[in-house]
């Protein structure tokens, strides 16, 4: 099984609202992560998390804060986005050191921002 | 810096045309290789892998072959069909030391649009 869900698949949000998209994995995988995608461009690095400590934040505004309760869950909170913030929202995860540390996507949040 | 080349698209096909999608690689150290697919309305799914020179990675007829001496991970196709439509992105994976623990990164090429028609 190599599968990643994300919750919810879409997301209407004003600039004053807060939302979460949620994201889980049970392959035992100890990286998680975080990539924001605009249409028809690669994937861009948001926030890395390995053995549930965050290990790189890409300079990723404030108004993005993510979370990782457990090794299977992650989290993304979001806080007064701008309309620019709207885009495809993947998590992926990947095994832990001594692997070949390709990456494993979910199907992605859509998210608008109005 | 690491970074990845693909062929510039769009690439139009017709149904049961070859495919070749030319990929080249700059990474310091020995990165593993992939090929992703993104269908319309999806997330990256991983089509296929290759982790040392001269492994061919391959997956639902496509194939790739880790080319250490050229850099490169061309990705191939006999046949393809109107259900391949969709947008390849090559990339490699580097060992990375952050925060006290060690991840892999994802280099991403700019992706390449495939479109097949019947």
């Known amino acids: 099984d190599t599968e990643v869900t994300q919750t919810p698949k879409h997301l209407v949000m004003g600039m004053t609202n807060k939302k979460s998209l949620k994201c889980e994995q049970h392959?035992?995988?100890?990286?998680m992560y975080w990539y924001k995608q605009k249409a028809k461009k690669p994937p861009e690095l948001m926030f890395v998390?390995?053995?549930?400590?965050?290990?790189i934040n890409e300079s990723v505004p404030s108004r993005f804060s993510p979370e990782c309760p457990n090794s299977s869950l992650l989290n993304l909170h979001l806080h007064a986005l701008q309309p620019e913030d709207s885009a495809l929202y993947l998590c992926a995860s990947s095994p832990g050191q001594g692997y070949s540390y390709e990456q494993y996507f979910g199907p992605g949040t859509r998210l608008t921002v109005t | 810096g690491n970074s990845v080349t693909q062929m510039e698209g769009p690439v139009t096909l017709s149904e049961e045309a070859f495919l070749t999608i030319n990929c080249t690689y700059t990474a310091t150290g020995y990165p593993s290789l992939f090929w992703y697919v993104q269908y319309p309305g999806e997330g990256l799914q991983l089509l296929l892998k290759?982790?040392?020179?001269?492994d061919k990675g391959s997956n639902k007829g496509f194939e790739a072959t880790y080319r250490k001496e050229t850099t490169s991970f061309h990705l191939e196709k006999g046949s393809v069909q109107v259900s391949d439509s969709a947008v390849y992105f090559c990339a490699f994976s580097t060992l990375t030391n952050a925060g006290g623990t060690s991840y892999g990164k994802l280099t991403f090429g700019q992706g390449t649009i495939l479109t097949v028609h019947p």
């Open positions: 392959m035992g995988h100890r990286a």
């Open positions: 998390y390995s053995y549930e400590k965050l290990s």
């Open positions: 290759a982790t040392k020179a001269d």
